[in-house]
């Protein structure tokens, strides 16, 4: 078997002779083993297959809540809705993070705990799963039921709107807690983000829908041919999140940033900033190509 150290100088190697031949096309090569390392396909799927069992299990308690409360009560969506988020948060934290949300992903960037070129690869992850899953309804549920947990405000938009940012300030708040902060992580954090999740929905339900997440919007929205508001639903969700992750941010009592944490660190789950692991990281430092 190939040690370590042979497989980084035969990638140096490599690209030094990349390098000589093409000079374009080895600053692409660079560029994509900076930020796309081995594994990153793993994750991308991870994302797909997590955002749609989110938005599958959500919308569709969501959706027969709405035509008959004696099949799933609102409650009961809601619950739903919280335990999804917990068990995927187990069965794929560690391999992609388990965001199954843009506006997430998109505080995490803005925080420095997940590299910004990551970002558009994550959002369309997200994307795929949730349109997925929505469709995925539309076929079991249709023609009995049109609207595949769609989400529409029941007041203003104005109270809609203030109730998303409110319950996705909450979110990440929390999320921030036991996801970035070493001081606070636990074995109960996949419990912590879906409770909060739960709670959130339960209050919110009667005034916005509690979506909390633009794709979980999205999605059933192309599904259900229904746009009224969609827009409050990607505002209002990134804004909270933005909110909740630079609060939490400013008032940690350890500030250190995440580079700065030892490598072999463990945590319960990664909605932290995605790291290689330290051979790969000091095989591209060696590179003749990253000079």
Sequence with gaps: MESEGGKCSKSIKQ????????????????FLQKYYRSG??????AEIIATYLLVFV??????????DEHKVSKLGASVAGGLIVTVMIYAVGHISGAHMNPAVTFAFAAVRHFPWTQVPVYAAAQ?????SAAFTLRVLLHPV?????????????????????????????ITSAVATDTKAIGELAG?????????????AGPVSGGSMNPE???????????????????????????LGAWSYNFIKVNDKPVQAIAPGHSFSFKLRRMKSNHDEEQCVNKDPLND
């Design 145 to 173: 039921i049109k609207h595949v947990g769609t989400t529409t405000p029941s007041g203003s938009v104005i109270q809609a709107l203030i109730m998303e940012i409110v319950l996705t300030f909450s979110m990440m708040f």
């Design 216 to 242: 979980r919007t999205i999605g059933p929205a192309m599904a259900s041919n229904d746009y009224r508001a969609i827009w409050v639903y990607i505002i209002g969700p990134v804004c909270g999140t933005l």
């Design 127 to 131: 994307v795929t799963g949730a349109i």
């Design 40 to 45: 990153f396909l793993k994750k991308v799927i």
């Design 191 to 203: 419990i912590a983000v879906g409770s909060a999740v739960c709670i959130t929905s339960i209050l």
């Design 15 to 30: 690209n030094e002779s990349v390098l000589k031949e093409d000079p374009k096309s080895a600053y692409l090569l660079i």
């Design 58 to 67: 959500t919308c569709g308690a969501s959706a027969l809540s709405g035509s």
